[in-house]
């Protein structure tokens, strides 16, 4: 059902945690439907510095919390912006069709993080 | 990698000694039953001989023993076959939200057919009050199927009181007892049962063999329409070697069954003692009148998936209720009748337990899956804070 590179993810995630002083958290999706992601990052200079995930959710979901962080660490803003669902998917060589929407939630995540950032920002 | 096997609720191995029995049918024995020549007689009396065996286990007469492929089919078989020997009676049907799907996607075919059906919701234990089936009752009600277990959260119903409810006014019931027969004892006449589902793969016979019970002189319209096998009432080439399998584990349960019991529960007992110290797990099912061997609960601020996939890197083999473990996507329907709320519905988890399991698979089982818990809580947002306000509410078509 999975792929080699999802499982790993899933079994070793990578940047599990909190980041309590994050300069973006983003929160992405609902338990009563199965999945939820909260997403934290760290910028500096208009660069991800770090990324860190705590998710409630299947084994898809958790692998997808841990690759959007591997992808989204060391970017620009601009650059993460156009990390895309599809993109999460692709690099960890698919997901099964039925868990492509419900437990891709890392873009979304990652994009609202963003938001939050720049809205504290221009808020401060 | 040792396997450890907890889902016995899914299916059993085949006994040797059970195999050992079918074995012939598949090659010396060929026979078809209809046949007049001495292959065909041999398959028939093989047959026959299982039909005894299985009637004795439920205490039933063998010409009440109508063999099927599956329980799904004799569960089909039961609810619309009354439903339409008796239409011209009433049309209304009456089940249980605690149902199997070959039950709740049956009487949902009824419908279809202009049916009326009612869907009992159990207690928060799972139980359906037979007071609640009194209240469901219309004239036009000719049957009710209520199982006699749930393999989901392993409440055995209150199905003898039920039964005499249904009898009071002449309404025919029927009870799904694939997951009691073989775990429990089942005495039809006890029980007043007018119909009965059962399958040999739970009872560590074969798959492809199950029977339904139907009290003589019942009607019943068939399912499948073709030759006379089953007195004309379930048509096609009998499975011979499977149901000779199936009367030979009848045999073996019938003797095995108080130490099946004993054995499953001392086990049953020790899982559930020794994740006493897992705080946040919320068992479900009644405690007490439920399955021996069955230990099914929910897992707080993590999900059934995940927990099943690093089950299964350790060896074990167990079952959710989860919505991410079903194609659907959607949680139980079992665990929602409850009242259970979907967030902690997804972290079902169910140990099922069999006569091949020793203590040594509840120490690794205990030594493995609170470490489970533990990873998965540890990357949880609501493991340390609780859910706080992200239970219930929400849209979840806002995410697709």
């Known amino acids: 059902m999975y792929s080699k590179k999802l499982m790993d993810h899933f079994q070793n995630p990578r940047n599990v945690g909190e980041i309590p002083d994050a300069d973006g958290v983003g929160v992405e999706g609902n338990p009563v439907c199965g999945d939820v992601m909260k997403l934290f990052i760290k910028v500096d200079s208009g660069k991800i510095v770090d990324a860190k995930f705590q998710t409630f959710g299947c084994g898809a979901a958790i692998a997808v919390s841990s690759m959007i962080t591997e992808m989204a660490k060391g970017k620009t803003l601009e650059e993460a912006r156009a990390i895309t669902k599809q993109s999460v998917a692709d690099a960890l060589d698919g997901l099964p069709a039925q868990k492509m929407h419900c437990s891709n939630l890392g873009a979304d995540a990652l994009h609202k993080a963003i938001d939050d950032y720049n809205a504290k920002k221009t808020g401060s | ?400």
């Open chain 2, 1 to 400: 990698m040792k396997r450890r096997y907890f889902d016995h609720v899914a299916t059993n191995p085949i006994l040797p000694e059970v195999l050992d029995a079918m074995m012939p049918y598949f090659r010396e024995e060929y026979g078809n039953p209809l046949s007049v020549y001495d292959l065909g007689m041999n398959a028939r009396e093989a047959i026959e001989n299982s039909r005894q065996q299985v009637a004795a286990l439920i205490n039933a007469e063998p010409s009440e023993i109508i063999f099927t492929s599956s329980g799904a089919e004799a569960n089909n078989f039961a609810l619309r076959g009354i439903a339409l020997a008796r239409q011209h009676e009433g049309k209304h049907a009456i089940v249980s939200r605690m149902e199997h799907h070959s039950i709740l996607n049956s009487a949902r075919v009824l419908e279809k057919m202009d049916f009326a059906v009612t869907y009992l919701t159990p207690d928060k234990y799972g139980t359906i009050d037979p007071e609640t089936v009194r209240r469901a009752i219309t004239d036009e009600t000719t049957i009710i199927s209520i199982t006699h277990a749930s393999s989901e959260v392993g409440t055995i119903e209150p199905i003898k009181e039920i039964a005499e409810i249904a009898h009071e006014k002449g309404i025919v019931f029927h009870s799904d007892a694939v997951a009691t027969v073989g775990n429990i004892p089942v005495d039809i006449k006890y029980l007043g049962v007018d119909l009965l589902s059962m399958a040999a793969h739970q009872f560590y016979g074969p798959k492809g063999a199950a029977a339904l019970y139907l009290k003589k002189g019942q009607r019943i319209t068939p399912l499948i329409y073709g030759g006379i096998q089953e007195g004309g009432r379930r048509a096609g080439t009998e499975n011979v070697p499977a149901i000779v399998g199936m009367g030979k584990a009848a045999v073996i349960t019938g003797e095995q069954i108080v130490n099946r019991m004993n054995h499953v529960s001392v086990l049953r007992n020790k899982l559930i003692k020794g994740l006493k110290k897992v705080p946040n797990i919320h068992y479900t099912g009644d405690l007490e009148k439920r399955l021996p061997g069955h230990a099914s609960m929910c897992v707080e601020y993590i999900e059934g998936e995940g927990m099943l996939l690093l089950l299964a890197s350790k060896g074990i083999c167990a079952a959710s209720g989860s919505a991410c473990t079903s194609k659907a996507l959607k949680a139980s329907p079992v665990l929602l009748s409850m009242g259970i709320p979907s967030s902690l519905a997804h972290g079902s988890i169910v140990f099922s337990l069999g006569i091949d399991n020793t203590e040594d698979d509840i120490d690794y089982l205990l030594e493995e899956f609170p470490q489970i818990i533990e990873k998965l809580r540890a990357m949880s947002p609501f493991a340390a804070k609780g859910w706080a306000d992200m239970e219930e509410g929400g849209s979840c078509t806002a995410k697709n």
